[in-house]
């Protein structure tokens, strides 16, 4: 798995670099000192895990997951405990006080390694092989209900931690499957990552306005408002030809 670290510390990212050695599947393939480095850094290199330090000069951790479009899995590592429950929040795989203690990257990197074999698994039918197109039907279940569902039916997939909620018709389940797993198998021609928490189906958009910063607010045919963000605004124009 590849993985860089991000902390403006030059002696916190040697330690860790040190400790993770001790992890023969883990390869820090990069480092970056602050937030604008480590987006660059993780959009040109696609990390598989990325160890993000929250307080830096100029932005934070939490900045930098709000500039990515496709978040890799997130290990954060700081000096300070206030920020544990917002970590949870952004979907964290842990959270890790300085100085780091062996036993709790361990145990980290053990969350890790289920996550990903979670989603290797292909629970809920979406990681069958072949590719998916959007006349298949796939099974989806949540708690004690189930459902057969074309894929053209589903108008958006939205990240919810570990989880992805379904929109079809009324119903919106949740699956354990990750918005980046679920991308891996969807036909981009149909379905596509409008930002970082959402995947809509092309098919179901009612209309479409300019948004701030650059970017787009398309409405769904089920009334959901969806931003388009202003890197992925820049894909989809090209894609609807404008």
């Known amino acids: 798995m590849k993985a860089i670290i991000i902390d403006d ?3 916190a990212r040697t330690e860790l670099k040190k400790l993770l050695q001790e992890f023969s599947d883990i390869h820090v393939i990069d480092e970056a000192a602050n937030a604008d480095e480590g987006v660059e850094k993780v959009e040109t290199q696609n990390p598989d895990l990325i160890f993000l330090d929250i307080q830096m000069p100029g932005k934070t951790g939490f900045d930098l997951l709000g500039e ?18 917002k970590a949870f929040e952004v979907n964290a795989l842990d959270y890790l006080l300085k100085p780091i203690e062996p036993k709790r990257l361990s145990d980290a990197i053990q969350k890790l390694q289920y996550e990903i074999s979670k989603e290797r698994e292909g629970l809920n ?13 796939v099974f989806v279940k949540d708690g004690e209900r189930c459902w057969f569902v074309k894929l053209n039916e589903i108008r958006l997939f939205e990240s919810v931690g570990n989880y992805a909620k ?6 919106k389940p949740l699956i354990l499957k990750s918005l980046n797993a ?27 306005e300019p948004y701030f910063n650059g ?3 398309v409405e769904l045919k089920g009334g959901e408002k969806i931003e388009v963000s202003r890197r992925q605004t820049v894909k989809f124009k090209e894609m609807m030809s404008f």
């Open 9 to 11: 510390e030059r002696l």
């Open 68 to 85: 990515l479009d496709k978040a890799p899995h997130v290990i954060f590592t700081t000096a300070y405990d206030e920020y544990a429950l």
């Open 125 to 137: 039918g979406f990681l069958n092989r072949g590719p998916l197109t959007e006349n298949d039907q």
């Open 166 to 171: 379904v929109f079809f018709a009324t119903n």
């Open 182 to 208: 679920l991308e891996e198998r969807l036909d981009e021609r149909v379905f596509f990552r409008a930002n970082r928490k959402h995947i809509i189906n092309l098919r179901w958009i009612e209309k479409i």
């Open 215 to 217: 970017g787009l607010l």
